[in-house]
C-alpha cells in the first residue's frame, strides 16, 4: 500500500509541475504566477478540490503523440470563496501556451455542468492562446461546447473571466459572453488576432498592448470591467467581488454582517451639491456614504466614466448603484455611458440585486459623433434595461434631471418603485437657458425680458415640486436623511414580486 500511495504522489507530483520548471521560470519571470498559485490565492487556503489532473490529449498528429502532459493546460477544480462554493479552472501557460484541445474542452465543460447543478459561480482564469493548432476542427468543436454553455449559465450563475496573460481566439470569445472580464495591466492581453496576423492582413503595425491591454480594454473598448496592478491584487479583488454576487439566480443577495447603522446620517451630505449648478461634484462621495462602511465595488472605472457602477451594500445586503457622474462630461448619458448602464442595470435584475441609481443627468449628448455611434440604439439599451428590471429600484435626484434622461434613469414611469428628490433637485425638459432662448424666442434681443422669462422657468420647473405634485416623485428627503430612506425602502421592497406577460424573451436593442 506504501508503494501505491509513494506512487500516486510521484504522478500527483509530475501533474502539479505543467510545463515543466523552466517554463515555470518563464511564467515568473514574466510577473505572473502559475495556474495552481493563482488558484491558491483565489479560493479559500486549503479549499481547492482539483478533478481531472491525469488527463491528457488525444491528438497523433504533428508529433503530438510524443508530448503528453497530464492536466493538458487547464486545472480544474472547485473549492471556497469565504467559506461559499465556488468553481474555477486556470489555464496553465506553461503547457502548449495553455491553448484548447478536445480534452482540455471536455475538463472546462464538465466543471461548467458542475456549477450549473451546484448552483455556483464559476471563474475562468485565462492565459492561452485560444484553440490548439494540432487538433484543428476537433479544438473548435471544443470551443463550442464551452460557448454554449456560457450561454446556458448566464443569467443563472454569475460567470467571471480574469485575463492573466495574453489571449487570443475562443479564449477571448468565451470570457465575452461571461458577466465579468478583469484583466491585469502590462502582462495581459486580449485580441481576436495577433499583432503579427494584423500586420499580415492589414499591413497596420502594433504592439500586443496598443491591440489589447488592459489599458485598451479597461478604458476604451469597454471590453473588460477593471484593470489591476498584477497577480495578486487582482485574484485578491475578485474575491471581494464573489463577497458582492449571489450564488445564483434564485438564492437571494448575500447577507453579512455590518456594524453601520442603516438609520446613520451624513450631514455632510446636505452641503455636497454647490450653488453654481454648473460646478460640478463628486458623486462617488453620495455612494461611498450611503454605502455599508463605505464599501464600494467599481465595475469599469476607467470606461465611459459620466456613469459610475458598482455594488455596495446596505444592511449588509448587496445594492448595485448606478449613477451620473457630474465630474465627468457634466454626467451627459452617452453611448458608451449608456451601454455600461445597460449591462449592469441587467446584471443586477437577472441576479435579483437592488439598485439605488443617483440622478444628476443634464441629457443624452448631442453631436454627429454620438448620432453616428448609434446613440439613439444605445441610449435605449438603459431605458430598456431600466423598464424590464422587476427587482427593487430605489432612485435619488441629487440636482438636475433634464429631458429623456429623467425618464430613463430609474423614473416612476419606468417602472421606479421609490423615487426621492433633494430639494436641490430640478427636473425638467431642459435648463434654463436653452428653454427660455426657445420658448421665448420673440424676447431674445431684450435681456431684461429675458432674464425675467429665466427667473420664471427655473422658479416653476427648475426644483422638485413640479414632479413632487403629480406624484412621479414620492418624498423631497433631507440629503443627511439619504441612506436611512433608501435603508428603509429596501426593506419594505424585500418581497417585491412582478408579473410580466408570457414570452419567449424580449427583443433588447442591440
Ligand atoms: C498550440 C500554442 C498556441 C495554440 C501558443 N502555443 N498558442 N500551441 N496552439 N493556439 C504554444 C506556442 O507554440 C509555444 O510553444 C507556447 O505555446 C508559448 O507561446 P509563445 O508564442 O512562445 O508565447 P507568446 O510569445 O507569449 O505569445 C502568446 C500568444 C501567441 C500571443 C498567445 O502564442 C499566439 O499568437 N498564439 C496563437 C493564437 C491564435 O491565433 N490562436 C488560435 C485562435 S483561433 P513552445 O513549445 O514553442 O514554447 C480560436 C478559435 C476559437 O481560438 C473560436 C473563436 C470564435
Known sequence: MKDILEKLEARRAH?????????IDAQHKRGKLTARERLELLLDKGSFEEFDMFVEH?????????????????????????????FAFAKDFTVFGGSLSETHAIKITKIQDMAMKARAPIVGLFDAGGA???????????????????????????????????????????????????????????????????????????????????????????VADGAFENDVECLLQMRRLIDFLPLNN??????????DDPEREDFSLDTLIPDNPNKPYDIKELILKVADEGDFFEIQPSFGRNIVTGFGRIAGRTVGFVSNQPMVLAGVLDSDASR????????????????????????????????????IKHGAK???????????????????AFGGAYDVM???????????????????????????????????????????????YEERFLSPFAA????????????????????????MLRNKTVEMPPRKHDNLPL
Open 132 to 222: 490548439r493548432i494540432q487538433e484543428g476542427v476537433a479544438a473548435l468543436g471544443g470551443y463550442g461546447d464551452v460557448f454554449k454553455r456560457n450561454v446556458v449559465a448566464s443569467g443563472v450563475i454569475p460567470q467571471i473571466s480574469v485575463i492573466m496573460g495574453p489571449c487570443a481566439g475562443g479564449d477571448v470569445y468565451s470570457p465575452a459572453m461571461t458577466d465579468f472580464i478583469f484583466m491585469v495591466k502590462d502582462t495581459s492581453y486580449m485580441f481576436v488576432t495577433g499583432p503579427d496576423v494584423v500586420k499580415t492582413v492589414t499591413n497596420e503595425i502594433v504592439t500586443a498592448d496598443e491591440l489589447g491591454g488592459a489599458g485598451v480594454h479597461a478604458g476604451k473598448s469597454g
Open 58 to 86: 488525444r491528438a497523433g498528429e504533428f508529433g503530438m503523440e510524443k508530448t503528453k502532459i497530464p492536466g493538458d493546460g487547464v486545472v480544474t477544480g472547485w473549492g471556497t470563496v469565504n467559506g461559499r462554493t465556488v
Open 410 to 456: 430609474a423614473s416612476k414611469h419606468v417602472g421606479g418603485d421609490i423615487n426621492y428628490a433633494w430639494p436641490t433637485a430640478q427636473i425638467a425638459v431642459m435648463g434654463a437657458k436653452g428653454a427660455v432662448e426657445i420658448i421665448f424666442r420673440q424676447d431674445i434681443g431684450d435681456p431684461d425680458k429675458i432674464a425675467a422669462r429665466t427667473r420664471e
Open 250 to 259: 434564485q438564492a437571494g443577495v448575500p447577507e453579512w454582517p455590518s456594524f
Open 468 to 491: 413632487a405634485e403629480r406624484g412621479y416623485i414620492d418624498e423631497v428627503i433631507r440629503p443627511h436623511a439619504t441612506r436611512r430612506r433608501i435603508a428603509r425602502a429596501l426593506a
Open 15 to 23: 501533474a502539479r509541475l505543467g510545463g515543466g520548471k523552466n517554463r
Open 340 to 375: 455600461k448602464g445597460a449591462r449592469f442595470v441587467r446584471f443586477c435584475d437577472a441576479f435579483g440585486i437592488p439598485i439605488v441609481t443617483f440622478v444628476d443627468v443634464p441629457g443624452f449628448l448631442p453631436g454627429t459623433a454620438q448620432e453616428y455611434g448609434g446613440l
Open 382 to 400: 438603459l431605458l430598456f434595461a431600466y423598464s424590464q428590471a422587476s427587482v427593487p429600484l430605489v432612485t435619488v435626484i441629487t440636482r438636475k
